[in-house]
């Protein structure tokens, strides 16, 4: 018989073969058995996911922030012309995005036990998605604001601004594309 053709015996419910009683299909090679095993691993899977993305993002934007980026003189060539929209853009993004990934990665991390499974779809959804997106529409923003100050002070007659100005420039441009990137 070729394995294609269907097989003159059928198999009943239980995994017995309507012939003869004496073979029994095992679970584990059951179709219907297999996709309920798999099914019941994905949500535990995807919850886990979750929980380790939420966790990289924490460390990641803690790295930035307090390692990284803390040296006390590390904006200092930002301040061209008063305001330093270079500071104050990291600043916005950092702890914005380290607030609500904090809370992405508690919630998530008590979803993986079944606890508030609703409060988490509702941080992820309003949390991560749109609050995650105003503070980046901010960032953005104010990184435009830091490039055009220090673009518009490249050709300044003082040589301390004309000096700053391509390494502000230049620092903002990679930033923002790591962000975008992020």
């Not at 996709?35 to 990641?60: D, E, R």
Request: include cysteine; aromatic fraction near 14%; charged fraction near 20%.
């Amino acid at each position: 018989m070729h394995p294609r053709e269907k097989s003159k015996t059928e198999v009943k419910g239980d995994g017995t073969h309507k012939e003869g009683k004496d073979f029994k299909i095992p679970m584990w090679l059951r179709r219907d058995q297999a996709v309920l095993f798999w099914a019941s691993l994905s949500p535990a899977l995807g919850q886990l996911s979750y929980t380790v993305i939420s966790i990289g993002a924490v460390t990641n934007l803690c790295l930035e922030l307090f390692r990284y980026d803390s040296a006390s003189g590390f904006y200092d060539n930002g301040d061209i012309s008063g305001t330093n929209y270079w500071k104050i853009a990291n600043y916005v993004r950092g702890y914005g995005a380290l607030s609500i990934w904090s809370l992405a990665a508690l919630m998530q991390f008590l979803s993986l036990f079944g606890l508030f499974p609703t409060a988490n779809m509702m941080v992820w959804e309003y949390g991560v998605g749109f609050a995650g997106q105003l503070i980046f529409l901010t960032y953005g923003i104010l990184q435009f604001l830091a490039f055009e100050n220090a673009d518009s002070n490249i050709t300044s007659t003082d040589l301390v601004k004309k000096t700053k100005a391509p390494i502000v420039r230049a620092a903002v441009k990679t930033e923002f594309y790591e962000a975008l990137a992020i």
